[in-house]
């Protein structure tokens, strides 16, 4: 049974259009990621959430936002996709910072 | 800024080669973590360790932490078609987020 689930699996989206990528997760964890994964290179992480306090990594445009309403969802936002943000989107959930990650299968995400 | 360096970033073998895959760092972790990815799917845990010296062996592949928790090795005895994917190492230190390597992508072919 799939514990962190993702949708959708593909999206195609117009350059400049907002775009909104789901994760719900069955596991109960604290910790949400999105992270972003360029052909064949590891994933990058974006931000997190412990709970509900956000985290956002230094290098991460603003073009990118993210919401989690509750415990078993988290959204990420991208407000004006350009061509560069073409690219897998992964979320990941652990029950604490440094513990194993439980990864979904992605979104793949292309700008037209 | 911790990082984990890993290596080699491409490896294409033969069906039936052994091979090693290798995460270096100058940081202490208190764990490290292995994953495999396949095309078109996400990262899946393949391994946790987390006492310097451990060895843990998952059918044809082996992990190794070395003895001062800086660096660890992945094994694996006569690759097949199915190991092909992307292997990232991925290092915590205590309460901190993971630190990912940039990951080795396998190919091994029939």
């Known amino acids: 049974d799939a514990m962190v689930i993702q949708n959708p699996r593909y999206q195609v989206t117009q350059f400049g259009k907002p775009v909104t990528l789901s994760c719900s997760q069955t596991?109960?964890?604290?910790?949400m990621y999105w992270y972003q994964q360029k052909s064949s290179q590891a994933p990058k992480l974006l931000f997190h959430y412990y709970d509900k306090d956000f985290n956002n990594e230094a290098d991460t445009p603003d073009n990118f936002q993210s919401r989690r309403p509750n415990t078993s969802f988290c959204f990420l936002d991208i407000r004006s996709p350009g061509l560069g943000d073409a690219a897998m989107y992964l979320c990941?959930?652990?029950?604490?910072?440094?513990?194993?990650?439980?990864f979904g299968d992605g979104t793949r995400l292309s700008i037209l | 800024t911790q990082l984990l360096e890993q290596s080699p970033q491409f490896l294409s073998i033969q069906e039936g080669e052994n091979l090693t895959v290798y995460c270096n760092s100058s940081?202490?972790?208190?764990?490290l973590q292995w994953y495999r990815q396949e095309p078109g799917e996400g990262p899946v845990l393949l391994v946790t360790v987390v006492t310097g010296g451990e060895v843990k062996k998952l059918k044809r592949l082996t992990f190794q932490f070395g003895d001062a928790r800086k660096d660890s090795s992945l094994h694996i005895t006569a690759a097949q078609p199915g190991d092909t994917g992307l292997y990232l190492c991925?290092?915590?230190?205590?309460?901190?987020?993971?630190?990912f390597g940039k990951g080795t992508k396998l190919t091994v072919n029939p």
């Open positions: 991925a290092g915590a230190t205590g309460s901190e987020k993971l630190v």
């Open positions: 940081s202490v972790f208190s764990s």
């Open positions: 596991l109960n964890h604290n910790v």
């Open positions: 990941a959930t652990s029950r604490d910072l440094g513990g194993p990650q439980h």
